[in-house]
């Protein structure tokens, strides 16, 4: 909020410092002590030095509004609205909503939050593709990922088909010998 103090009163003091600075009346006086008085040193004693007073002057800013002055406080950040009454000049604050600029805040910092756990999943490099349940590999029992060897009952299976295969083969080997030999 603070921050939002300063930069009104950046906006009032270039306004006050503009061409509209000249047209506009004087503003509320400010009341100030007036410096005090430092004894003269008497001979042979120091003269010690007082921390000096802040400049009052420097310390507001007035902007010329309709119905007043906005006055700004360069010390505490504070804005108010000044006006001239029937007893003499009132300033009020002017408002601030920091429970809406809280929630506001909040709100953007857990946006903020979830869009860089976004941006660092869409960074992560993506995983491997993994083999469909039909490609992976069988646990037919508890010597799972070894060898199987072939059964008896296997060997006479393979046995009577590459014999029958054999036997197709040699047949047509001899079926094309007897055709040559027909034609030539």
Not at 39 to 62: C, H, I, K, M, N
Not at 137 to 142: E, I, L, M, V, Y
Request: proline share 11%.
């Amino acid at each position: 909020m603070r921050f939002l103090s300063l930069a009104a009163a950046a906006g009032i003091a270039v306004l006050a410092s503009g061409p509209l600075a000249a047209q506009a009346p004087e503003p509320p006086p400010v009341a100030s002590e007036p410096p005090a008085q430092q004894p003269a040193p008497e001979s042979g004693q120091q003269l010690t030095q007082e921390p000096a007073a802040p400049d009052v002057s420097a310390r507001y800013a007035f902007s010329r509004v309709d119905g007043g002055f906005l006055r700004f406080d360069s010390v505490s950040g504070q804005v108010a609205l000044c006006s001239q009454r029937g007893a003499g000049w009132v300033c009020q604050a002017v408002p601030e909503d920091r429970a809406a600029l809280d929630s506001e805040i909040a709100r953007l910092q857990g946006e903020v939050t979830q869009l860089k756990s976004e941006v660092a999943t869409l960074r992560a490099p993506p995983e491997p593709p993994r083999p469909s349940a039909e490609l992976a590999p069988r646990n037919d029992g508890p010597k799972s990922g070894g060898l199987k060897l072939p059964t008896d009952e296997d060997i006479k299976w393979a046995r009577a088909a590459i014999e029958n295969i054999w036997r197709q083969f040699v047949d047509m080997v001899a079926e094309l010998q007897k055709d040559l030999q027909r034609k030539g």
